[in-house]
């Protein structure tokens, strides 16, 4: 018997080959009418359905061939069923025994921030100071002047001797860019003598409540480490990204190796527009989607970014007061609403809401 689906995108798993259990996949299906004209029909294989084994402690169900078109299956069965579902101009691959896996589709994943740590630079597992100054140097080549060199993840304990870095040490190879790195721990970050220029931070520059500015013992001139709340001190010079930058991002993390689609409603985004651009409405609506779907973190985030591409917008503030609202936070609620009022006094959702969570009668969820 033939399982139909309408399923996601397949992979084909350049894997060593499996034994196979010898039976075939037998599953009850609804009759979904005729499907046939499959664009791509791999056979001989070892199809891994995603059914569960009928007796315990058994393999899963497998399938010896898939019918897929437009990278949707539309069946799996034996070999000869699925023979027949071949298009006329179908790519008909024989994979030798070979596993092919559906692929991964990642739902609930922080997307965004993913991708801009893809474009960052990486220094976790950087084991020398020497090695730490020649990613840095190697990235800012890829950067366009002026922009700012993000990531980080150091971690000074890995390298002999283990001393901070220090701002001398990078402002070499950065000299065109401002850095900011982080500390794999976040209670640290390395900036270099233009980052410092740009925030106006000087030896003269006290110490933040809850954070230190590391000096040098001699000079008492900061050496570029900033500790705890004294990162705060490049918050306000470090830009939002823009819309160039967040396209960038999303597509380094939907090209991510091992990864189809990071859920159906970015695909849908690019539906017949490849070249998709993202703005306000269109942030704003796949946070939307995933509120409604209770990702509330992967929602709020994206709601925050908005936030910093669009600061001057009044709905901006209104939706991310919404998704506070969803997430039971009453204060950080009121407070995006009073923004939005700030941007659009005449902002009659933003009035009516701030009325109502002032006098308990709408009650954060």
């Not at 995108?9 to 039976?23: E, Q």
């Amino acid at each position: 018997m033939l399982l139909r689906t309408a399923a996601f995108i397949i992979v084909v798993g350049i894997f060593m080959s499996l034994p196979t259990n010898g039976g075939e996949t037998v599953s009850a299906q609804p009759d979904f009418g005729d499907l046939r004209g499959a664009d791509l029909v791999l056979l001989h294989g070892k199809i891994w359905t995603g059914e569960p084994a009928e007796a315990k402690n058994s393999a899963a169900k497998f399938a010896e061939a898939v019918a897929i078109a437009n990278g949707r299956i539309l069946a799996v069965g034996n070999n000869a069923e699925i023979q027949a579902y071949a298009g006329p101009n179908a790519r008909v691959v024989d994979l030798k025994g070979r596993l092919a896996v559906p692929g991964l589709i990642d739902s609930h994943a922080h997307f965004i921030d993913g991708g801009f740590q893809l474009l960052s630079v990486d220094l976790k597992d950087a084991r020398s100071e020497e090695e730490f100054i020649r990613r840095i140097g190697e990235k800012a080549k890829t950067l366009a002047p002026g922009r700012w060199l993000l990531g980080g993840d150091w971690d000074e304990q890995a390298w002999a001797g283990a001393k901070l870095p220090t701002r001398a040490m990078i402002d070499a190879v950065t000299a065109r860019n401002p850095v900011f790195l982080s500390r794999y721990d976040g209670h640290a970050a390395l900036v270099n003598s233009l980052a410092l220029k740009l925030a106006g931070v000087t030896r003269d520059t006290p110490d933040p409540v809850g954070g230190i500015l590391v000096r040098d013992t001699q000079t008492g001139e900061p050496t570029g480490v900033l500790k705890d709340a004294a990162q705060d001190l490049m918050a306000k010079v470090i830009p939002p990204p823009t819309e160039a930058e967040m396209t960038e991002a999303f597509r380094a993390a939907l090209g991510r190796q091992g990864f189809d689609h990071a859920g159906d409603i970015y695909a849908e985004m690019r539906k017949g527009n490849p070249d998709f651009k993202l703005n306000e409405d269109t942030i704003n609506s796949w946070a939307y989607s995933l509120m409604f779907q209770n990702h509330l973190p992967e929602a709020t985030a994206l709601l925050k970014l908005n936030v910093q591409m669009y600061p001057e917008s009044f709905n901006v503030y209104d939706s991310l007061a919404e998704a506070y609202m969803k997430a039971g936070q009453k204060d950080l609620a009121i407070e995006n609403y009073r923004k939005s009022l700030e941007k659009n006094p005449e902002n009659t959702n933003a009035i009516e809401m701030l009325k109502k969570l002032e006098d308990g009668s709408a009650t954060p969820k």
